[in-house]
């Protein structure tokens, strides 16, 4: 059995904003998920989705209270030019700002882009490289411009493999849990609930000498607020046939039922893996509400 983590941290909330729109109604939905109590508005990093730095500008000149995160950003871009996009952003939010890194596992992408894919090695060297350069430039009071935040913007990574999750561990403040893996083509599986408490294990072990502990941060890919568990369930059951349909009731990333049986289940997710900091999917932001309403001072 996992070792009990406890509820030490609050519970934050997040929203992954995914559909491009008009600035008005970008700010319009900005707004409403400040209204609805999340904590932080995030904005994802792939070809057809709004571009990340612009869009979070826009959100923080429409809201008051949220930080502001990429969620996160792929193997795009060039350190240089990338601290020169953070310490401006961070600037121009006023010092809200959250800095999601991954390594990307959408091939295509970079194909139409015109840059190199890598192989996983050489993409989890180029993340390790650009966190590394982060730090060295946006830790200089020479580099210009400057970040609001000091010493430096928080730092998030989104991991699952071992390496992964030991650089998460060394140099992320809040280590971000896919509950997925990345198949032969190219997409995303979900991982067991046995199989996440594994990799929760593997980074707590990496993390062990860190002076302050990481926030544990987890998106949830599946939301239902249903009585019938079962029939919420059945039409994404074909997406993942190697599991059966109590295997994916399980699933971390899968919350499924009543209001009650919700906010329950990310109670005991937080005491079995200590995550603390959930994102939902912008699809999914109104129906959250009510949970994050239900765990706003817990």
Same mark, same amino acid.
């Given at each position: 059995?996992?070792q009990?983590?406890?509820?030490?941290?609050?519970?934050?909330f997040?929203?992954?904003?995914?559909?491009?729109?008009?600035?008005?109604e970008?700010?319009?939905?900005?707004?409403?998920?400040?209204e609805?109590?999340?904590?932080?508005?995030?904005?994802?990093?792939? &070809?057809?989705?709004p571009?990340?730095?612009?869009?979070?500008?826009?959100?923080a000149?429409?809201t008051?209270?949220?930080? %502001?995160?990429?969620?996160?950003?792929?193997?795009?871009?060039?350190?240089?030019l %990338?601290?020169?996009e953070?310490?401006?952003? /961070?600037?121009?939010?006023g010092?809200?700002?959250?800095?999601?890194?991954?390594?990307?596992? =959408?091939?295509?992408e @970079?194909?139409?882009?015109?840059?190199?894919?890598?192989s996983?090695?050489?993409?989890? /060297? @180029?993340?390790?490289?650009?966190?590394?350069?982060?730090?060295?430039?946006?830790?200089?009071?020479?580099?210009?411009p400057?970040?609001?935040?000091?010493?430096? +913007?928080?730092?998030?990574?989104?991991?699952?493999?071992?390496?992964? %999750?030991r650089l998460?561990?060394?140099?992320?403040? =809040?280590?971000?849990?896919?509950?997925?893996?990345?198949?032969?083509?190219?997409?995303?599986?979900?991982i067991?609930a046995?199989?996440l408490?594994?990799? +929760?294990?593997?980074?707590?072990?990496?993390?062990?000498?860190?002076?302050?502990?990481?926030?544990?941060?987890l998106? =949830?890919?599946?939301?239902?607020?249903?009585? /019938?568990?079962?029939?919420? =369930?059945?039409?994404?059951?074909p997406?993942?046939?190697? &599991?059966?349909?109590?295997?994916?009731?399980? %699933?971390?990333?899968?919350? #499924?039922?009543?209001?009650?049986q919700?906010?329950?289940q990310v109670?005991?997710?937080?005491?079995?893996?200590?995550?603390?900091?959930?994102? #939902?999917?912008e699809?999914?932001?109104?129906a959250?509400?009510?949970? +994050?309403?239900?765990?706003? /001072?817990?």
């Amino acid at each position: 059995m996992p070792q009990s983590l406890g509820s030490s941290r609050p519970f934050r909330f997040g929203v992954n904003l995914l559909a491009p729109a008009p600035l008005d109604e970008w700010r319009a939905k900005c707004r409403r998920a400040e209204e609805l109590g999340y904590d932080v508005i995030l904005v994802p990093d792939h &070809l057809g989705m709004p571009a990340p730095f612009p869009s979070l500008v826009a959100a923080a000149e429409a809201t008051e209270r949220p930080r %502001l995160g990429t969620f996160v950003l792929a193997g795009f871009w060039n350190p240089t030019l %990338l601290a020169r996009e953070v310490a401006t952003t /961070d600037t121009l939010t006023g010092g809200r700002l959250e800095l999601g890194l991954g390594t990307g596992y =959408i091939r295509a992408e @970079h194909d139409t882009a015109g840059l190199p894919w890598g192989s996983p090695r050489e993409r989890v /060297d @180029h993340l390790q490289r650009t966190v590394e350069e982060l730090e060295r430039l946006l830790g200089s009071d020479e580099h210009q411009p400057g970040a609001a935040q000091r010493p430096r +913007v928080p730092l998030l990574i989104g991991a699952n493999g071992d390496r992964m %999750l030991r650089l998460t561990a060394e140099h992320a403040d =809040i280590a971000a849990f896919t509950g997925a893996r990345t198949s032969p083509a190219g997409t995303l599986e979900p991982i067991t609930a046995a199989a996440l408490d594994e990799r +929760v294990a593997l980074y707590r072990e990496a993390a062990e000498g860190r002076k302050e502990p990481a926030e544990l941060n987890l998106l =949830i890919q599946v939301l239902a607020v249903d009585e /019938d568990r079962s029939a919420a =369930i059945r039409p994404w059951l074909p997406r993942i046939p190697n &599991l059966t349909e109590d295997e994916v009731l399980e %699933l971390p990333i899968v919350l #499924v039922g009543t209001l009650e049986q919700i906010v329950a289940q990310v109670r005991a997710q937080r005491e079995r893996y200590g995550f603390s900091y959930l994102t #939902v999917l912008e699809p999914n932001m109104e129906a959250f509400a009510p949970v +994050v309403e239900a765990l706003r /001072d817990e």
